[in-house]
């Protein structure tokens, strides 16, 4: 079955360290990725995304990611983390047959300790 | 305008009670989303409008009844809902829905049913 997987459910760091959350999904065909971050009591809100062109995209905050395609995986980093990235971060992925479905990865939660 | 309101932020009704979820956009988007996203879990797609239109319905129960009055409005109409449909009702909107993917997300509608 076609799935979203982040294998990392809650991950602890102190403060400057850094950060690698993992996603792997199963689509056969070509997808848009993306993250998605959820901070304590906020929405969802766009962390990066890929569609196409270069494999390490940079986002807000200090975040990137790189699209492996031959691991199916696009692992989300962070040099060092602050404790105000302490959230939720799901991995999302668009497969493009022409609708607009995003589907979600289970989510991993992060807590920075200062 | 870049954002995507909710209303009612948070809404408790019995199990014969009919409610309404109300989500407004005024970024000219013209997809909208609603997803249903449980405690700890991630969020999970019920239905897409496209144009106005209802393009997916993720076999959704018909006590849930979404609406789409014009291009900025999506309701969700809630008729003998279930204690387990308690959990966070999340709308979003992007702007087409086509295989573009990057959806902007709204706060969410906390629901608890009795």
């Known amino acids: 079955a076609q799935s979203v997987s982040q294998h990392n459910h809650h991950v602890i760091l102190s403060e400057a360290a850094s950060l690698e959350l993992g996603c792997n999904y199963s689509y056969g065909g070509t997808v848009n990725l993306f993250w998605y971050v959820q901070y304590p009591g906020q929405h969802l809100q766009l962390l990066l995304k890929y569609f196409s062109g270069d494999p390490l995209v940079k986002g807000i905050k200090g975040f990137e990611a790189e699209f492996i395609k031959s691991k199916f995986s696009f692992n989300l980093r962070k040099p060092s983390v602050q404790w105000s990235d302490t959230a939720e971060y799901f991995c999302?992925?668009?497969?493009?047959?022409?609708?607009?479905?995003?589907?979600f990865g289970t989510g991993t939660r992060l807590t920075v300790i200062p | 305008d870049t954002e995507v309101t909710q209303t009612p932020k948070h809404l408790v009704m019995g199990m014969t009670n009919k409610k309404s979820l109300k989500c407004e956009q005024h970024m000219g988007h013209r997809a909208m989303y609603w997803y249903k996203q449980k405690a700890k879990k991630p969020p999970e797609l019920m239905f897409v409008y496209s144009y106005e239109k209802l393009s997916i319905n993720e076999s959704v129960p018909s006590r849930f009844s979404p609406e789409c009055p014009n291009s900025s409005l999506l309701n969700l109409h809630l008729h003998a809902l279930q204690p387990e449909d308690s959990a966070l009702y999340l709308c979003a909107s992007s702007p087409t829905s086509g295989s573009i993917g990057e959806q902007f997300f709204g706060p969410g509608t906390r629901l608890t049913v009795l």
């Open positions: 999302a992925v668009n497969p493009q047959t022409g609708a607009n479905n995003l589907f």
